[in-house]
């Protein structure tokens, strides 16, 4: 028994700090295209990444954009967005798409498919890019 009291605090050191966002589930390593929102497509090409523990990042209709993802699985909180600035005919519905993104509460992966969801009933649908 007094073999492993050292070894404990590095255990412990060890399990913190994972990723536990949706990242670590299922959805990192890949580019995802937005499909639909509550049922409707955009009409604009989007695309979502998490490209390392704890970040979201993408490519929106006009813009370049990241920010920070620190819920839990399968909790979903994007924090601290930030994109580019540039204007194109789509900058509506890269509005949207914002808007859209930062009320969402919840995340589910099955297979290539990622959708955010919140209580109020809101959807939005990613399919895994080939």
Do not use: H
């Not at 009291?5 to 060890?14: E, K, V």
């Not at 890949?30 to 695309?47: C, F, H, K, M, S």
């Not at 990444?49 to 954009?65: D, F, R, V, W």
Request: glycine share 8%.
């Amino acid at each position: 028994m007094l073999r492993l009291l050292p070894i404990l605090p590095l255990m412990a050191l060890f399990q913190c700090g994972g990723d536990e966002t949706v990242a670590a589930y299922g959805a990192a390593d890949r580019v995802w295209t937005l499909q639909e929102i509550d049922g409707r497509p955009l009409g604009a090409n989007v695309t979502l990444t998490l490209p390392e523990p704890g970040q979201i990042a993408g490519k929106a209709p006009c813009n370049s954009y990241s920010g920070t993802l620190d819920a839990p699985y399968p909790w979903f909180e994007v924090k601290d967005l930030i994109a580019t600035r540039a204007a194109c005919p789509e900058l509506e519905a890269e509005g949207t798409y914002f808007a859209a993104l930062m009320v969402m509460t919840q995340s589910e992966v099955s297979g290539d498919v990622l959708v955010l969801r919140n209580e109020a009933g809101n959807e939005m649908v990613f399919k895994a890019a080939e």
